[in-house]
């Protein structure tokens, strides 16, 4: 069953701004994260999943067919995950 990150923390009763202490990030790039305004590596993901007892898969959709960056391939490389808005 896909879910909506921002759905999942209010199900387990967290506010933004505690779930983002837990996660050690800020406010702003939470809300980023729950409005689809932003990626995250998939160890990101994994954390949030975990903080809102649920599973990757549920919350967040795989971005494939990135465009390689020759100085590294960073974003392609560090599995950037995008989420369910």
Wanted: proline fraction near 2%.
């Amino acid at each position: 069953m896909v879910k909506s990150v921002r759905k999942s923390r209010i199900e387990i009763g967290l506010s933004v701004e505690e779930a983002a202490i837990k996660l050690g990030i800020s406010v702003g790039y939470l809300s980023d994260i729950e409005r689809a305004k932003r990626s995250v590596t998939a160890k990101r993901a994994t954390e949030i999943a975990s903080l809102y007892n649920s599973t990757v898969n549920e919350l967040f959709i795989p971005v494939r067919y990135m465009s390689r960056y020759e100085e590294g391939e960073s974003d392609a490389r560090q599995g950037r995950l995008s989420c369910n808005p």
